[in-house]
């Protein structure tokens, strides 16, 4: 489905079907059946939601293992789209993935229904909707606790009344913190203490979990110099386009880097950005040192790739947060999104970030859609002070 069509359904069906629900509750007399998060001892069952984001998931991690480590008997579900299941595998906090295919309405439905049903029945203690202002996770979030027993219900709040009656805590979106420690604090009902943001395990678990492809086999094979091969992501997910880096400024960047420490490029993506990586690849020269593995690789796969490798050039992506956790050093570009939310961690990641008058212009009350035509926030970093910062941090020696 287009994600605009989404957009626009979630936001003028989604408070329709929100006060139908609450009638239809107040009818069966099931409306109001939540419980305080504060009256668990014990935390037995968690279901997460969140749909969009893979990205955040991995994000949200420490958070999830904190709530493993308080309560180790507890199980935790996550409801999210098929495109995140295997990242979602990544993680060994998280016991069970229930997912959806945005592919085709009738089967998204289809298979939501029959998600909900199996859901009905595990008398969960908590749901966590981790969405931030969606309609859709919301209504989840209430139907679930409609037709199972009383739970408590956690989420982000929100300017729209209604949506914020379906959280036993709505919890104010702090602007002021980064997104990992946003997510600590919805979590904090949960564990009833702070607790440090710390990837040393989501990096265990995914790195244990990382495999080898053949390409990635034979690329090791021909080339043993594991300390040059450069992973780079042109891409960005569907949510916002916007936060490509031009594709000029990469060719640039990539043959300056070729020519200065003889490297060997990985390009990489996922399957639904292979027409514009193959379009891009198109125009770099053809070099025996640059590969093509966009669509090629799993996330198991990709994790493995950047175990072997030296650095990672990307846009804020996906790849981004996977890199940052298994500990390669990265170099991003920052413009329709704030790095102070969603920018890598640590001394060893570079963040180029103009903050002009018009950033961030994407955020989590307009859905991450954008009205610009025209990232200039982007294209006003030139290749050639990437090629300096890499030279001076000296991430390629």
């Not at 016991?95 to 998600?115: A, G, Q, R």
């Not at 679930?144 to 805590?169: Q, Y």
């Not at 690789?297 to 650095?311: A, D, M, N, P, R």
Request: net charge positive; hydrophobic share 45%; with cysteine.
């Amino acid at each position: 489905m287009n994600l605009n069509l989404i957009r626009w359904i979630d936001e003028v069906f989604g408070p329709i079907v929100a006060w139908v629900l609450f009638i239809v509750g107040l009818v069966v007399g099931r409306s109001r059946k939540l419980k305080s998060p504060f009256q668990y001892k014990t935390v037995k069952k968690v279901l997460i939601i969140k749909f969009f984001g893979g990205g955040s998931i991995l994000l949200a991690s420490p958070a999830i293992y904190s709530v493993k480590r308080i309560h180790p008997d507890v199980h935790i579900s996550i409801m999210t789209l098929s495109e995140n299941k295997e990242i979602c595998s990544l993680l060994k906090a998280i016991d069970k993935t229930y997912y959806l295919d945005l592919e085709n309405p009738f089967s998204f439905f289809f298979k939501y229904f029959k998600v909900l049903r199996e859901i009905k029945n595990k008398n969960y203690d908590f749901i966590v909707d981790l969405e931030f202002v969606t309609n859709f996770s919301a209504l989840t979030t209430l139907l679930v606790s409609i037709v199972s027993k009383p739970c408590a219900t956690i989420g982000f709040s929100s300017p729209t009344k209604w949506r914020n009656k379906i959280f036993s805590i709505a919890i104010p979106f702090d602007h002021s913190r980064h997104i990992t420690e946003i997510f600590a604090k919805v979590f904090f009902p949960l564990v009833e203490k702070t607790f440090a943001i710390d990837f040393k395990i989501p990096k265990r678990d995914m790195i244990s979990s990382a495999k080898l492809s053949p390409l990635v086999e034979k690329l090791l094979e021909k080339h043993s110099d594991a300390n040059k091969i450069v992973c780079v992501n042109i891409n960005a997910g569907e949510i916002c386009y916007l936060r490509r880096w031009p594709q000029e400024n990469y060719v640039e960047l990539i043959l300056g880097l070729y020519h200065r420490f003889r490297i060997k490029v990985v390009l990489v993506g996922g399957k639904g950005d292979v027409s514009y990586v193959n379009d891009f690849f198109m125009k770099l020269p053809k070099k025996n040192n640059i590969f093509n593995f966009c669509g090629k690789l799993s996330i198991k796969e990709l994790v493995g790739l950047f175990t072997k490798s030296c650095l990672l050039i990307t846009n804020d992506s996906g790849p981004l947060h996977i890199a940052s956790i298994v500990g390669l050093p990265t170099v991003s570009f920052f413009g329709p999104e704030t790095p102070h939310l969603y920018g890598p961690l640590g001394p060893e990641h570079h963040v180029f970030y103009e903050d002009i008058f018009c950033s961030p212009c994407i955020n989590i009350y307009n859905a991450k859609a954008s009205s610009c035509n025209n990232n200039i926030c982007l294209k006003s970093i030139g290749s050639e002070i990437v090629m300096k910062t890499i030279e001076e941090k000296k991430f390629l020696t």
